[in-house]
């Protein structure tokens, strides 16, 4: 039985989160071998932001409607903008070093001859760059 993408990354989500190979194994009815498989080498990194999540949770509770409101909006747009600009630095890195890559020059031609370092024109990277 082959094992999709999906359920692949399932299983390492939960593996990291800090669910067993052997609870894994009978949530998806897999074998012990193709469960430590998948999970071999992962490492269970989760547990700090299980236990943030807890206690964000946990001080949620403490709060009125509107107050819970108000914390999750807030904390929905920073979490966007940090998304964003993460995402955005990472295009820009991309496109800006791809922009910056100097023309081979050839040793071999007179120094007259030589052809100057060219760079592409300043404009948005396309799409393959991000």
């Known amino acids: 039985m082959k094992i999709s993408p999906e359920i692949r990354a399932r299983i390492l989500a939960k593996h990291k989160a800090g669910v067993t190979q052997r609870e894994l ?3 998806f009815n897999l074998s012990a071998g193709a469960v430590n498989k998948i999970t071999k080498g992962i490492t269970k990194n989760l547990k700090s932001t299980i236990a ?10 403490d709060l009125n ?4 409101e108000a914390v999750t909006q807030a904390v929905g747009d920073n979490a966007r903008a940090i998304i964003f600009l993460k995402f955005a ?24 001859w030589r052809a100057k370092p060219t760079r592409r024109p300043l404009t948005w990277c396309s799409s393959n760059a991000l």
Do not use: D, H, M, V
Request: net charge positive.
């Open 52 to 61: 943030k999540g807890t206690e964000y949770l946990t001080e949620l509770s």
């Open 25 to 27: 194994q009978k949530l």
């Open 89 to 112: 630095s990472t295009a820009t890195r991309r496109c800006f070093s791809t922009w910056t890559k100097r023309a081979p020059i050839s040793t071999k031609t007179p120094p007259s």
């Open 65 to 68: 409607e509107y107050e819970r």
